[in-house]
């Protein structure tokens, strides 16, 4: 599923934090399922993954106002 991207971040320098958003769709998630994200580093060895479930969502707040730098 693609998801619109709110910052275009390319390239994240050493010894730097940076923030991502995706937007997406309202949707449920069924309780013997989970959303699993995945992000992989090009051209690396680091790889994150987590999972989210429906209570997940069901606990998430609206962002009215989106302030990305």
Do not use: S, W
Not at 13 to 32: N, S, W, Y
Not at 44 to 58: E, P, S
């Amino acid at each position: 599923m693609a998801a619109p991207r709110y910052n275009n971040l390319m390239l994240i320098g050493g010894q730097r934090t940076e923030r991502m958003v995706f937007a997406l769709p309202k949707f449920t998630i069924p309780d013997d399922k989970m959303l699993v994200v995945e992000l992989n580093e090009q051209n690396g060895g680091r790889h994150q993954r987590f999972t989210v479930d429906n209570t997940d969502l069901v606990r998430a707040r609206v962002i009215n106002e989106l302030k990305v730098k």
